[in-house]
């Protein structure tokens, strides 16, 4: 009997490793089968369209409404911060709520109102747009490739002077700005990604000895600590600055921030150098400095909802 016992449970054990190893090598077949398709594309490089002031390559998927709102506080400390202003609560240096809709998977429309923040015109209206062109690939393209862009106009009342930066009477042209970006991105790993955005933009109207058109490079990155949490930056170099913005000393935009993914919410917490919020406004008019103290605290809010349901 014990014999039989002993004979039995070999039987069984050896079986048992027997199945185990099918299992294995059944998980490695569908593991290859997987890692080995060059179609799959690379997915949720970033969390969501935007950083702290430069856009992703992510998009409003068919169907669905993205609405933001973006704030950005008073300086935290120099002149104007400090104890006196609730380091900078008291003052609102922008602030801008938006609508972005998915017409397809590969091309959002998105429109938006801005307070204005800084030098320049204020009251900003925006109409933009994102396309896709190249999707990356986990054994294939090595980088995701869209193409941003819009305008921008503003609703102020003219102001009668010849030189200011608010006359309109002339031609409401002058109300008008435009800007575009060639957005690359490469998700490196499960907790990095990079972009680089060469950027452009125009202005009808500028001050004397400002440049209409001019060029920049932006670069950003991801860095995920947790499921939930990761560290966002980016940053913004001017690349012909204009002998007005020397004068009135011209600062690169900056930001650092930390992202939330809260459910149907993605919460941005961020400190800014710059003022205004679109790109328009902040690129050519940044005056804040670092070392002065005048970074502001803010915030991006994100929720997405389905108007159509795609299924």
């Known amino acids: 009997m014990q014999l039989f016992k002993l004979i039995f449970l070999g039987g069984f054990f050896i079986s048992t490793l027997s199945i185990m190893a099918q299992d294995e090598d059944l998980s ?9 398709d060059p179609h799959e594309p690379v997915i949720a490089s970033f969390k969501t369209t ?28 120099g002149k104007s ?33 801005s307070k204005g923040g800084g030098y320049g015109q204020t009251q900003v209206f925006d109409l933009n747009t994102k396309v896709k062109l190249m999707q990356q690939r986990k054994n294939g393209f090595p980088l995701a490739i869209s193409l941003f862009g819009g305008l921008t106009f503003t609703t102020m009342e003219s102001n009668s002077l010849a030189s ?27 907790q990095f990604s990079v972009i680089i955005a060469p950027t452009i933009i125009h202005r009808n109207l500028v001050s004397l000895g400002d440049n209409n058109t001019q060029f920049a490079i ?15 930056a980016d940053y913004y170099h001017l690349l012909n600055v204009s002998s007005f913005q020397k004068v009135i000393d011209h600062q690169m ?12 919410h ?16 902040f690129l050519p008019n940044n005056t804040a400095k670092f070392t002065a103290g005048q970074v502001r605290l803010g915030f991006n809010i994100s929720r997405i909802f389905t108007i ?4």
């Not at 006196?84 to 397809?104: A, E, P, Q």
């Open 50 to 77: 935007r950083l702290i002031n430069l856009a992703t390559i992510e998009q409003v998927k068919r169907g669905e409404l993205d609405f933001r709102i973006a704030h950005r506080f008073g300086d935290i400390a």
């Open 253 to 264: 935009p900056i930001g650092l921030g930390l992202e939330i993914e809260t459910g149907g």
């Open 218 to 232: 932006a670069a950003g990155a991801r860095a995920k600590i947790s499921k939930r949490v990761a560290i966002i």
């Open 81 to 113: 911060g400090g104890a006196s202003t609730f380091f900078g609560f008291d003052n609102v240096s922008d602030i801008r709520f938006s609508f972005d809709y998915g017409i397809l998977d590969r091309w959002q429309i998105g429109i938006g109102r």
């Open 308 to 311: 159509l349901n795609n299924k």
């Open 28 to 36: 490695k077949l569908l593991d290859s089968s997987i890692t080995t």
């Open 164 to 190: 200011s930066i608010t006359n309109f009477d002339k031609t409401s042209a002058h109300r008008f700005s435009y800007f575009g970006q060639l957005l690359f991105a490469k998700k490196i790993n499960d």
């Open 266 to 281: 993605v919460f941005h917490a961020l400190f800014s150098t710059n003022t205004g919020i679109m790109e328009s406004q």
